[in-house]
């Protein structure tokens, strides 16, 4: 029976250790080595497993024969790691024992807490604004409700609210549908000097009215790149406007398109979309996170600019769904430049993924 036992335990895929009836640990595997370390056989289990809540579990589990599940947690110094264990009886030759596997559930347990703070998130920005909204209300329904000039000014900062609320739900949709397109690249192909001279003729009039100048140094050839037009206008709108709207009055923002070259980055050729503005930058220290939604640099200047923190999330799912790179670089004082490398190489059959 011991040997099978044995033999069961160094073929399991998980970390498991075998402990007998005299609390010592029968036989183990190599993954359990892996992570308790080496000579694990022939030792007391609390000399070995020193948290109390799986001490508690086996000891139940030895004197009752129930089965039980808790965590284990470790760490190296850098990262965290959260493992379930199953704690089972097992009938041995002379006398009962518990089973023990480890399961790493370390990146199920980050998913959902990154689902635990999306939602966090998405309740305080809605939160805001529909707070205003009802405090507005109810002025209008009592003092402010025979006053025109109040009622109209409460109306158009409702209005604005609203306005936010739709442009926040807008951008959540947009990246649900991202996310769930990012498997597939897109196949049509997109002249990128015609997009970016059309979002550059757009957003003219919102410069000119934030005292910025926007300056174009692109190709006059046609330069065409496999892609999605409207996912990649979003992309040069999303930084044009962040560009504008931070960089402050007396700024330029500069959208340049760069001839097509090896990218080191992408291994294969590519061209880069690059937007550089010369206002005020930021610390990098914030760079790494700028993509995760909801992070902001500055919280309340963005709110007050109605951002909804979602603009370079939704930037980022577009350049990984056309399997390009965004770089990001900054200096306080002296400015910001964001990066698109989108690469020129054939792509794969219609229904194919990469």
Known sequence: MRAEARDLIAAMPLPALLIRWDERIDAANAEAAALLGDGLEERHFITVL????????????????????TRYLTSDGRQDTTFDVACRAVALDR????????????????????????VANVSHELRTPLTALMGFIETLRGPAREDAAARDRFLEIMGGEAERMERLV???LSLSRLEAEERVRPTELVNLPELLRSVLNGLAPVADEAGVTLIPELPETALEVAGDSDQLRQVVVNLVMNAVKYSGRGATVTLRLSAPAYQPRLRAEGVEIEVADTGPGFDPLHIPRLTERFYRVDSHRSREMGGTGLGLAIVKHIVNRHRGRLRIESTPGKGSTFRVILP???WPARGEEA
């Open 50 to 69: 020193r948290q109390p809540a799986l001490l508690d579990a086996i000891e139940g589990t030895l004197r009752d024969g129930a089965a039980r599940k």
């Open 170 to 172: 807008g951008d959540l």
């Open 95 to 118: 006398g009962p024992g518990v089973l023990l596997t480890f399961a790493d559930v370390t990146q199920m347990e980050q998913a959902g807490q990154m689902r635990r703070d999306f």
């Open 344 to 346: 020129l190489r054939a």
